[in-house]
């Protein structure tokens, strides 16, 4: 957004309209302040705009660092998840620059988002099953994943073995994840949840 005047926000803000309480009278109360003030956050109002613009940032960092893939026998990556803040196609350009042979595809807030081996975002009302068959149905499988097989014991295995009983920091780990952005039904989720004190979470 460029202000009447002349000065611009330029990467300040440039999140803050993906936020899911997103006020553009704030935005412009900001537009037309002090940029001096604005980017020192000396403002009531841009110190509001800027705590959105990281509460963006922090969730989108997250879920980059996070998310979980799976991969089908046709080149699909697909999951499941749920966002604060509308990021969902700033996800699929992060994992088609890292992954650029493959479809992605993304549920979340009852849609599939998916974007191609093109960078082409398409979006589908319908479930993420329904979404993974119908791309299947136009794509041949990947010989060279066809032989893959996921478990969830193999997961299970590598999670124990990154338990470095001498490296545990729980207080930073929290920090760093906060519960919020975990998935419920993952591995290391589900195996903290039955245990009924820190130390039972602790490996022998």
């Not at 060279?144 to 780990?173: K, M, P, V």
Request: overall charge positive.
């Amino acid at each position: 957004m460029t202000r009447r005047s002349g000065w611009t926000c330029g990467g300040v803000f440039d999140l803050v309209g993906r936020h899911k309480n997103y006020d553009r009278r704030l935005h412009e109360v900001v537009l037309k302040q002090d940029p001096r003030l604005v980017v020192n956050c000396a403002t009531a109002e841009s110190r509001r705009l800027y705590e959105m613009q990281r509460s963006v940032m922090r969730c989108l960092h997250l879920k980059k660092s996070f998310l979980r893939l799976n991969v089908s026998e046709h080149g699909i990556l697909y999951a499941r998840v749920e966002l604060e803040h509308d990021i969902g196609d700033l996800l699929l350009r992060h994992f088609h620059q890292r992954f650029p042979t493959f479809h992605i595809a993304i549920e979340h807030d009852r849609r599939v988002d998916v974007i191609d081996t093109t960078g082409r975002i398409t979006h589908h009302k319908m479930s993420l099953q329904e979404t993974l068959n119908l791309l299947e149905s136009t794509l041949p499988p990947n010989p060279a994943l066809s032989g893959l097989h996921y478990t969830e014991d193999l997961w299970s295995e590598y999670f124990e073995s990154q338990n470095i009983r001498e490296r545990r920091n729980l207080q930073l780990q929290r920090r760093m994840m906060p519960q919020k952005y975990r998935d419920p039904d993952a591995i290391e989720t589900l195996k903290a949840k039955k245990c009924r004190s820190i130390t039972e979470y602790l490996p022998d």
